[in-house]
């Protein structure tokens, strides 16, 4: 029987038993395989037998379970995380639809309810942080307001964690959770401060050259560690984010020029009650965009940016000192032009009265 010839030896199985069953319905061999195998076939190989064994050991079989096609679906299983972000609010649900888009799985644990929105996103919701911890997954990401985010943690149930979860916060400032971590979170865990320096608003259309801060504060050697830190920086490498490694220092001290001014310029503005008109300007309506921008973030967010970045005081007096000198500069414009129509004025009266 020539059959045998074109038979592995090896029965097949899958390599890792996590991996879904496959279907017998896919097994089955091409009428092509049969043909040639069989040669015509002499009745000996009863049809069932033979179908049975070229099921699970025809070579030429084109099957959707062949070596190259499992070893990348393994290795795209493998990329993906589980990550339990910690804060479903405003921000925490909009990194949770891309974080679901590219097929991580996740989980969401928030003081407030909502399992509704959770759903919608394919989040697992999690009323009680327990048993969000029980699942333990890869990576836990703190998207709470700075204001909370020390209670938030301290009422964690850390000890159900794995020993050597990664733990990541996107906080708009760097330094305090950074110090918050290295003092809160025993040694075995491994520590990302991040700042997507972007929000619901610029970062609806896309992320793609949106700037991403991070710092690794604390990658432990052990096998896969640096790997899983590497797998949750791609995410945002795959939407085109412009990723910058930078010391939560340096951070705050470039942050608080770049986001608290923009912050409180907008929140200036806003007080002002800014209409639009119909003889709009191009910066008039840059205005406009800037206070919707800042202002649709909540005022909690922008009162932990003055409150955990100490660059943010000495801004505000920069801010006040500008200010001032520009009002000292037009105001004393204006005393000099007065005082030189006051003078003209005087002294033409004097000469008229001399005439
Ligand atoms: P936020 O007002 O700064 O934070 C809202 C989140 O904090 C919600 O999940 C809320 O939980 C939670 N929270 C507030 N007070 C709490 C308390 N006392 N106890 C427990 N949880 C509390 O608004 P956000 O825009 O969602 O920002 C979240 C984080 O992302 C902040 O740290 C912010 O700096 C950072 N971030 C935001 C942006 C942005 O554009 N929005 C961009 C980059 C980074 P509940 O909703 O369950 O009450």
């Not at 990348?72 to 405003?90: C, Q």
């Not at 836990?140 to 733990?167: C, D, E, K, M």
């Not at 206070?291 to 006040?320: A, I, P, W």
């Amino acid at each position: 029987m020539l059959l045998s010839g074109l038979l592995l030896p090896l029965p097949l199985q899958t390599p890792n038993p996590s991996l879904p069953p496959i279907s017998t319905a896919s097994l089955r061999p091409r009428a092509s395989t049969i043909r040639r195998a069989g040669g015509g076939g002499s009745g000996a190989v009863p049809r069932l037998a033979l179908r049975r064994r070229l099921e699970v050991r025809a070579l030429d079989a084109a099957q959707p379970f062949d070596h190259e096609s499992r070893a990348s679906d393994l290795l795209e299983r493998r990329s993906k995380l589980k990550i339990a972000i910690i804060g479903f609010g405003n921000f925490g649900q909009f990194l949770a639809h891309t974080f679901a888009r590219q097929g991580h799985a996740l989980l969401a644990h928030s003081r407030s309810d909502y399992s509704d929105a959770a759903r919608s996103l394919g989040v697992s919701f999690f009323r009680d942080a327990h048993d969000l911890c029980e699942e333990h997954p890869d990576v836990v990401l703190l998207a709470t307001s700075i204001l909370s985010t020390g209670a938030v943690l301290r009422s964690l149930p850390i000890q159900r964690l794995r020993r050597n979860t990664l733990f990541v916060d996107v906080l708009s400032v760097k330094e305090f959770p950074k110090n918050l971590f290295l003092q809160l979170l025993p040694p075995g865990f491994d520590i990302l401060c991040t700042h997507p320096m972007f929000g619901p608003e610029s970062g609806k259309a896309s992320w793609a050259g949106l700037p991403f801060v991070y710092d690794k504060v604390r990658i432990g050697d052990a096998n896969g560690r640096a790997d899983r830190c590497q797998r949750f920086l791609d995410i945002f490498e795959r939407e085109g984010c412009r990723m910058v490694e930078m010391s939560c220092t340096d951070h705050d001290e470039n942050a608080a020029e770049i986001q608290f001014l923009t912050h409180t310029v907008g929140r200036i503005l806003a007080k002002l009650d800014l209409k639009s008109t119909p003889i709009n300007t191009k910066g008039y309506e840059t205005l406009l965009n800037l206070v919707e921008n800042t202002c649709s973030d909540s005022f909690e967010l922008y009162n932990g940016l003055f409150m955990y970045n100490k660059n943010s005081t000495e801004l505000l007096d920069r801010l006040d000192v500008a200010f001032d000198s520009l009002k000292k500069e037009l105001f004393g414009n204006l005393h000099d032009i007065l005082r030189k129509q006051l003078f003209k004025s005087t002294q033409s009266s004097l000469e008229r009265a001399n005439n």
